[in-house]
């Protein structure tokens, strides 16, 4: 049967099976299956795919190999723009989740969603589904979608700031349910308050949504250095560094 050629950027080779990185990948032209559907059967997700060639001209997922044809494949152009940066975790996420949300990031996360509820919640709220799942990314209903690189907390909230590059509203947010925080006085909460906590602390918020009370503890330097690094990563890639 006639064959094509698919090169994929060394952004997306981690995708492909270790023997497929290093050459451009021949693959089968049935005249069935359209561009799209062959990159995401070498296991890279469309969500990461940005330009795409044929023979040196730009072209669409739906097109169809013939023989002899050379594809090219990019990743996805990074700030990646959206109308409106809001996001859904996986279950694996929730510490990316939590760090999202303490830098001011609309992050919603559910411990016990599966993968239709995922799919169903990103779009009725047109959020953008972060997950290190391929298949997730791959089911055709999802309408945007990202793979979250990295294999440490750390790399994965980077990856995403520098993707989206969300606009940062630090100590906005609850770590806990997403819910919006707004100043509170303190006698209004004080009979919640630990003694030690009542006689140290004079400035809380509290969440408009589940009634969490916050103040800046003895953990706000290390959380301080976490929003440092964020707004570090956000301002470089939007400045194209």
């Known amino acids: 049967m006639a064959e094509a050629a698919i090169a994929f950027s060394p952004e997306l080779a981690f995708f492909l099976r270790p023997g497929r990185r290093s050459a451009p990948v021949t693959v089968t032209c049935d005249g069935v299956s359209t561009l799209g559907h062959v990159v995401e059967s070498l296991g890279v997700p469309l969500t990461e795919v940005g330009a795409l060639t044929v023979n040196g001209k730009l072209t669409g997922s739906a097109r169809h190999l013939g023989a002899g044809d050379v594809a090219r494949v990019a990743p996805v152009l990074r700030p990646q723009r959206v109308s409106e940066p809001r996001f859904l975790l996986d279950v694996h996420l929730g510490t990316v989740a939590r760090r999202l949300r303490l830098v001011g990031v609309d992050a919603a996360y559910h411990r016990d969603a599966d993968d239709p509820a995922l ?3 990103a779009n009725d709220e047109r959020r953008v589904l972060l997950t290190q799942d391929r ?9 945007c979608g990202a793979f979250v690189r990295g294999s440490r907390p750390d790399e994965q909230f980077a990856d995403v700031l520098d993707r989206f590059t969300p606009p940062l509203a630090p100590w906005t947010r609850c770590g806990a349910c997403n819910g919006r925080l707004a100043p509170v006085a303190k006698a209004d909460i004080e009979r919640r308050l630990m003694p030690g906590t009542r006689r140290s602390y004079d400035s809380f918020a509290q ?5 969490r009370v916050y103040w800046r503890g003895a953990h706000s330097p290390r959380l301080a250095a976490l929003i440092g690094e964020a707004a570090r ?3 470089a890639r939007g400045t194209g560094h």
């Open 119 to 121: 799919v169903q919640q």
């Open 135 to 143: 298949g997730l990314l791959m089911r055709r209903a999802l309408w």
């Open 207 to 211: 969440c408009q949504s589940c009634g």
């Open 233 to 235: 990563i956000v301002a």
